[in-house]
C-alpha cells in the first residue's frame, strides 16, 4: 500500500501522515517554479500532487517505484495544465472585452434613444407591439389558420 511506503518517517513537526517527505515536497516545488508557476500558486500545486498520491493509496495502487520522479512528473504536468487554465482565462476576459460597447451613451443620448424606440413602438398596430413587446414569461407562437398567418403570443406554462 501506498501509506505504508511512501510515510515519512520522522522529522520534527512533521506531519506522518503526509505522503510526501520535505525533500520531495522541495523538489516539487522547484519543478513547479522552474515550470513558471508564480510563488502565489506552488501550495496549490504541492497540494495537487499530495492529493494524487492519497489518491493512489485511497485506490488500493502501489506506491510508484521513486515517489520523487513520480511526483516531479505529476507537478510538471500540473505546471503545464496551470499555463492553459491562465491563457483560456486570458482568452475569455479578451472575447468578454470585445463584447462591451466601447462607449456608453451619455445620459442625454439614452434618453434620445428611448424616446425614438417609444416613437417607434406607438407608430406600430397593437398586435405588431404585442409580439415586439412580449411580456415577461410569454412564449411567441406561430398561428395559421386562414390563408394569413400572424405571430401571436402566449403564457409560458
Known amino acids: 500500500m501506498l501509506r505504508g511506503r511512501v510515510r515519512f518517517k ?3 513537526g512533521a506531519d506522518p ?3 510526501l517527505e520535505p525533500g520531495q515536497e522541495r523538489r516539487v ?3 513547479l517554479a522552474l515550470g513558471g508557476v508564480p510563488q502565489a500558486d506552488l501550495a ?3 497540494q495537487h500532487v499530495r492529493l494524487r498520491l492519497l489518491e493512489r493509496a485511497a485506490a488500493g495502487k502501489e506506491a510508484p517505484r521513486d515517489v520523487s520522479a513520480w511526483a516531479a512528473v505529476v507537478a510538471s504536468n500540473w505546471a503545464m495544465d496551470w499555463h492553459r487554465a491562465r491563457r483560456r482565462q486570458e482568452r475569455v476576459g479578451e472575447r468578454l472585452a470585445s463584447l462591451r460597447p466601447a462607449e456608453q451613451p451619455s ?3 439614452s434618453s434620445v434613444l428611448q424616446l425614438s424606440v417609444a416613437h417607434g ?3 406600430l398596430t397593437d398586435a405588431q407591439r404585442q409580439v415586439v413587446a412580449l411580456p415577461c414569461g410569454s412564449t411567441p407562437i406561430w398561428r395559421s389558420g386562414t390563408s394569413r398567418r400572424s405571430w401571436g403570443c402566449r403564457r409560458a406554462p
Open 17 to 19: 501522515a503526509d505522503p
Open 121 to 123: 413602438l406607438d407608430e
Open 29 to 31: 516545488r522547484a519543478v
Open 107 to 109: 445620459g442625454e443620448e
Open 10 to 12: 520522522g522529522a520534527a
Open 44 to 46: 496549490d500545486g504541492v
